[in-house]
Each structure stands twice: as structure tokens, then as C-alpha cells.
């Protein structure tokens, strides 16, 4: 049983369109996170929500953490092929999700 | 970009041999951890270290063991590999556990590959 659940599993865009991926659980998070993993790297950490609807930016992407804390959701406004990568949300500093892998198509 | 590297890079080798994996960092951080990535799973978290000497099991801990003497190096030994085990192996560290910020950061992997 996985404990994070995102979605979509694929997602392949084009350039200059937006997009929201998703990570939902039954359980309540503290707080969660949100990686990016380029094919032949390791996960490198975007942004941390800790609080109930709190919403941060970082340039065109959003990250917002559901009132009830038991979802994520990120946003991709105007995607650009380096938005291009597997995107990994994790809990509880151990567990990750199945991740959304993202090809942004120039 | 922290300093983790991980050794070796690629490896295959046979069923039934033993396999150690290397995970070296130059940031003097407490908690040190081993996950393995496949397909459809994600990260899954085979164990952990939180000081020289301190493990404790993760997810999927079975057929694994891991060291840690250094503070700098942990190793994660597979005493008997089997094709099961065949997966891309991250090293990460963090400054301390638990909640909030404190990310972890991760080496770029080891892909192994047993026949």
C-alpha cells in the first residue's frame, strides 16, 4: 500500500502550457516536499509546506498544501523543456511518492 | 551542490554474490540513508543511520545490511544478491530527522544490475 499517491503517472506537454500535478493520501502530514529528479540524478528538493492551504511560488511553479494537510498539488505555468523531469513528493522524511514523470516537448 | 558521492557508479554482478555499495559525504551531517528507485514504487527507504554506529531499518530492510564507522561513509551490503535487488541504490543525507525543513540531499546513484 502505497502511502502517497500521485498523479497523473506521465505527463508529456507542450511548451508554453500549464499543468498541475497531484499527491494525495488518507493520512494527515505535518509537513510535505517536493522534489525534482533529472534522468541520472538524484531527487533535489523544491519547497517544504507545512501549513494547512499554504501556497508558495518558486518563479512559475506553485505548490500548495490542502487545508486538511492530507494533499499536495503543483502547478507548471508556461512549461519549458527544463521543467522536464520526475517530480517526487515525500512525507515524514521517508516516504516518497510513485512520482510524475514530466516531458515538456519544445 | 552537497558533497555525497556515491561508489561505484554502475556495477553488475551475479546472483549469490556479495555486492557493498559506498555512500561518502564531506557536509559532517548526522542522518545518512540508503533508498533503492523502481519502476511503479518510487524511493523506498532500506535503512538509515543517525550517528556513527546508529542504524535502524527502513521499508524494505530484508537482504540488506549497512555499516556506518565514519561518520562521512555508510555502506549498504547486499550478503547474497538476487535479481530482486537489481535497482538504482541513493544515498542521501540531512542535518537532523524529522518534520519540516530539513532536506535531505542526494548523491546522483549507483545502478545495479544482478544476472
Known amino acids: 500500500t502505497q502511502l502517497l499517491e500521485q498523479s497523473p503517472q506521465f505527463l508529456s506537454i507542450q511548451e508554453g502550457e500549464n499543468l498541475t500535478v497531484y499527491c494525495n493520501s488518507s493520512?494527515?502530514?505535518?509537513?510535505l516536499q517536493w522534489y525534482r529528479q533529472e534522468p541520472g540524478e538524484g531527487p533535489v528538493l523544491l519547497v517544504t509546506?507545512?501549513?494547512?492551504?499554504e501556497v508558495k511560488k518558486l518563479k512559475r511553479l506553485t505548490f500548495q498544501f490542502g487545508d486538511a494537510r492530507k494533499d499536495s498539488s503543483l502547478h507548471i505555468t508556461a512549461a519549458q523543456p527544463g521543467d522536464t523531469g520526475l517530480y517526487l513528493c515525500a512525507c515524514n522524511q521517508f516516504y516518497f511518492g510513485t512520482g510524475t514523470s514530466l516531458t515538456v516537448i519544445p | 551542490d552537497a558533497g555525497i558521492t556515491q561508489s561505484p557508479r554502475h556495477k553488475v554482478t551475479e546472483t549469490g554474490t556479495p555486492v557493498t555499495l559506498r555512500c561518502h559525504q564531506t557536509?559532517?551531517?548526522?542522518?545518512m540513508y540508503w533508498y533503492r528507485q523502481d519502476p511503479g514504487h518510487g524511493l523506498r527507504l532500506i535503512h538509515y543511520?543517525?550517528?556513527?554506529?546508529?542504524?535502524d531499518k527502513g521499508e524494505v530492510s530484508d537482504g540488506y545490511s549497512v555499516s556506518r564507522s565514519k561518520t562521512e561513509d555508510f555502506l549498504l551490503t547486499l550478503e547474497s544478491a538476487t535479481s530482486s535487488q537489481t535497482s538504482v541504490y541513493f544515498c542521501?543525507?540531512?542535518?537532523?530527522?524529522?518534520?519540516?525543513?530539513?532536506?535531505?540531499?542526494f548523491g546522483d546513484g549507483t545502478r545495479l544490475s544482478i544476472l
Open positions: 542521501a543525507i540531512s542535518e537532523s530527522k524529522g518534520e519540516g525543513n530539513q532536506p535531505q540531499h
Open positions: 493520512s494527515v502530514f505535518s509537513s
Open positions: 557536509e559532517n551531517h548526522r542522518y
Open positions: 543511520s543517525y550517528g556513527v554506529k546508529d542504524t
Open positions: 509546506v507545512v501549513t494547512g492551504g
